[in-house]
């Protein structure tokens, strides 16, 4: 049976460079300062930007309470609070 890779508490940067969303929101943000995008569409950008980063925060916190059961059923978790 593998183990699991023993981690600190702090969670990793995902990267520097900007990703997808954050680009096209900036994208839509210059086309908007512009006077090329109605305020209503810049909103639902803004909206759809932060609907996509509140996903991605709850599949990680879904991903570390499954590593932290499967610690506590395999006995590890004393491990992984050192």
Avoid: H, V, W
């Amino acid at each position: 049976m593998a183990s699991l890779p023993q981690q600190s508490g702090a969670t990793q940067p995902r990267t520097a460079e900007p990703d997808f969303g954050q680009r096209e929101s900036r994208d839509c943000m210059e086309r908007y300062m512009l006077g090329n995008l109605p305020g209503i569409e810049m909103r639902e950008a803004q909206k759809s930007l932060l609907d996509a980063e509140e996903r991605i925060l709850s599949a990680e916190y879904s991903t570390k309470l499954c590593e932290i059961s499967l610690l506590q059923l395999s006995g590890k978790i004393t491990r992984y609070l050192e």
